[in-house]
């Protein structure tokens, strides 16, 4: 273990100035001109289709033009290549560092091109595929920078937890295409450096690991553990020093402001390192065991101790770009907000009013949100077949109450003594699934209210019933009505232009999104990036993002700014907007250093 660490620790460090400056140069390349291409073509895709925006709705419309079908395709073969490209260039680095050569940039390049072209051979293509999809479930520390903000969307994965088969379907099939993928990654050196064919890698390298599955699995893990030590160190030593320079300053509490701007700043940079170096450790572990496994003889080091003033000018240059490089890619990769106004913060939409507390889309629902001081409540209306308008997210009633009977097939008279929240806890039973009149009288002057409206193509005037509610109340400030349906969209702002309409997709892309008929977009999370609310901000549209009911899609939406989180779990999503206003480790150290607290600080400011 102590030389395997050794030689990955050497291989890491061999040509580290080339390392810094060819990452952050193909970052760069990743994010402007790759992101500008995509753009471009996906602005054609438009054209060709004929509309002004890409949704879920009117997605159809793409695949009838073979045009649009091709420039997709195109999307996808750059991604793809992308990801390969990344993968083939941290292994060209590593190769050369265990075999003690240095390379330049240019040499770099070269040689990822020229192995990139190994996998266009037929006999490759469908292993590299193979590879290609494992890496969208992978928990390695592999995370190609175009595959940052793709993921199984949250709605969908709470659907298959629900499901103990279909979750039980998902663990073993990501556990699967997690070994696939280390294995990929193990044996892709032998195509790329021993010019052997995937399926010969492949084959060699099974062999190869004969009874050492279980080694290189804690090789791996004692490695990573002592990297996580290493970092954590590193990370120590880094805050002490900084709390040392800042405590020069002879005023504490400007001493302690400084330690929270320097801080503030510094913690997403670090973030951005320890992801980019995990990766690179990752990749020489594997050429490591890889030569060791083929007991490969390292050749000796060659020293060639250089010199003089232009070599340490060059160096001098590679550390301050990528200083650069690292300060501004930590705020744009991970969402950061390098040029953006103070964020105020997100409201917090309680979806189906609240259905992690309550049952979903009830008025016991609505008094917790009333209660618990949330700001907005989301819920979902439908159209019985008496005209009758209630609170319903499916078009049947047998999920929530058992009774198994179509929206469209029940009239209120028997609805109303339908249970619809037993199925959550015996403390709920007996509730009813209320009228959207019901809803609307107790919310009034208490909470505001998103009404997404359902059509299941059998409804009577729902958006004017709809529509007439909210004025009768006189809720116009208070309501906004939400839909999938463009359509019906459209009809609110034809009978009321004062009424707010909402756009619900999990899927949209649009160059202006300057749609007259929609005031605001509810994206699905995963689909949310910073650059797109910033054009709907631009555009004067809210955005609020949905459902966010985890750490990271919490965090994801906070990153991209949005207007308002939809969540299940109101507390949760208020216990990360107040971490982020009151850093609770920030806090620690400014007790602990400066004798004083985040919030003295926000009360300077």
């Known amino acids: ?10 291989i890491s460090l061999k040509n580290w100035p080339v390392l810094l400056a060819f990452n952050m140069l193909y970052k760069m390349f990743s994010y402007s001109v790759l992101y500008s291409v995509t753009s471009d073509v996906l602005e054609l895709i438009l054209k060709t289709a004929g509309v002004s925006y890409l949704s879920a709705e009117n997605f159809s419309l793409i695949l009838l033009k073979p045009f649009s079908v091709f420039l997709c395709l195109c999307i996808l073969f750059l991604t793809v290549f992308s990801v390969f490209f990344e993968t083939v260039a941290l292994f060209v680095y590593c190769e050369n560092g265990w075999q003690q050569r240095r390379i330049s940039i240019l040499q770099r390049l070269k040689q990822t091109l020229a192995h990139c072209k190994k996998i266009f051979h037929i006999q490759n293509l469908l292993l590299f595929l193979g590879f290609i999809l494992t890496t969208f479930l992978t928990v390695l520390p592999f995370t190609p920078y175009i595959l940052r903000w793709l993921s199984i969307p949250e709605f969908i994965m709470d659907f298959i937890q629900q499901n103990m088969l ?17 294995l990929f990654l193990l044996f892709l050196p032998g195509t790329l450096f021993q010019n052997q064919s995937m399926k010969a890698a492949w084959h060699d390298g099974l062999q190869l690991l004969k009874k050492r599955k279980t080694a290189v699995l804690l090789h791996i893990l004692g490695a990573f553990a002592a990297f996580g030590i290493a970092a954590a160190l590193l990370l120590g030593a880094a805050i002490l020093g900084l709390v040392y320079y800042t405590k020069q300053v002879e005023i504490p509490l400007m001493a302690a402001e400084t330690f929270v701007s320097y801080f503030d700043r510094a913690v997403p940079a670090a973030v951005f390192i320890l992801s980019s170096l995990s990766t690179i450790w990752l990749f020489s572990l594997l050429i490591s065991l890889y030569h060791q496994y083929r007991e490969d003889v390292r050749p000796s080091a060659v020293l060639r101790n250089k010199t003089g003033l232009l070599y340490h000018f060059k160096q001098a240059v590679v550390i301050a770009f990528t200083v650069i490089a690292i300060v501004i890619f930590s705020e744009t990769e991970l969402g950061g907000s390098f040029t953006a106004e103070t964020y105020a913060g997100p409201k917090i939409v309680a979806h189906r009013s609240g ?9 016991a629902a609505l008094d917790h949100a009333i209660a618990m001081n949330i700001d907005m409540v989301e819920i979902d209306v439908q159209q019985l077949k008496d005209g009758e308008l209630i609170l319903l997210h499916d078009d049947s009633f047998n999920r929530t109450t058992g009774e198994n009977k ?10 109303k003594h339908y249970d619809a929240g037993s199925w959550v806890s015996p403390q709920f039973s007996g509730e009813r699934i209320p009228k959207l009149d019901d809803f609307l009288m107790r919310a009034r002057d208490n909470i505001r209210v998103m009404i997404e409206l359902k059509s299941t193509g059998h409804e009577t005037n729902l958006v004017e019933r709809v529509a007439a509610l909210i004025e009768t109340y006189d809720m116009l400030d208070q309501c906004n009505i939400g839909s999938m349906n463009l359509e019906l969209l459209k009809e609110v702002k034809a009978i009321n232009p004062q009424i707010e309409t909402v756009y619900i997709t999990p899927l949209i892309y649009s160059l202006q999104y300057d749609i007259d008929f929609i005031d605001a977009f509810s994206v699905e999370t995963t689909m949310l990036t910073r650059e797109m609310v910033v054009s709907m901000h631009w ?3 809210d955005v609020y993002g949905w459902t966010a009911n985890s750490k990271e899609t919490i965090e994801k939406n906070l990153q991209c700014q949005v207007d308002g989180i939809v969540t299940d779990n109101p507390e949760l999503v208020n216990h990360y907007v107040m971490q982020t206003r009151h850093n609770r480790l920030l806090s620690a150290l400014l007790q602990t250093f400066f004798n004083t607290t985040l919030a003295d600080q926000n009360d300077m400011q």
């Open 1 to 10: 273990m102590k030389r395997l660490i050794k030689c990955s620790f050497d």
């Open 406 to 415: 179509k929206v469209w097939e029940a009239g209120y008279d028997e609805v």
């Open 166 to 182: 279909f979750f039980s379907a998902f663990i073993i099939i990501a556990v699967i295409a997690n070994a696939a993928c280390l």
């Open 539 to 541: 555009n004067g549209k």
């Open 355 to 363: 259905a992690l507390f309550a049952p979903e889309n009830t008025m």
